[in-house]
């Protein structure tokens, strides 16, 4: 059975930055896609970035593009998102999810994927 767990999350003030890390086991996570999403109070959840299996394609929802960047260790089995620039609109909980078949861009095309992390929590101060 695999599973994803996500850290990093924490506060931080605006303008700072964070680095989530989303450690998967269980299965050959190498060969799924990854994706970061996020949910604000109230809020539906969103996409905010993909990644392919070999980190050679990636994707951002608009806004976050220039400021997030995600990548991957597969040696490691973890994905990352760095966050910069944050803003308190980036207040969220962050989850990471796995996709066998999805693109890097597709990931935010398709509402159920295959794992999903239990989230963090990132709330960035004004």
């Known amino acids: 059975q695999g599973q994803l767990v996500e850290s990093g999350g924490g506060l931080v003030q605006a303008g700072g930055s964070l680095r989530l890390s989303c450690a998967a086991s269980g299965r050959t996570f190498s060969i799924y896609t990854m994706g970061w999403f996020r949910q604000a109070p109230g809020k539906e959840r969103e996409f905010v970035s993909g990644i392919d299996t070999i980190g050679g394609s990636t994707y951002y929802a608009d806004s976050v593009k220039g400021r997030f960047t995600i990548s991957r260790d597969n040696a490691k089995n973890t994905v990352y998102l760095q966050m910069n620039s944050l803003k308190p609109e980036d207040t969220a909980v962050y989850y990471c999810?796995?996709?066998?078949?999805?693109?890097?861009?597709?990931?935010?095309?398709?509402?159920?994927?295959?794992?999903w992390g239990q989230g963090t929590q990132v709330t960035v101060s004004s």
């Open positions: 999810a796995a996709d066998r078949f999805a693109t890097a861009q597709g990931m935010g095309r398709i509402v159920s994927h295959d794992y």
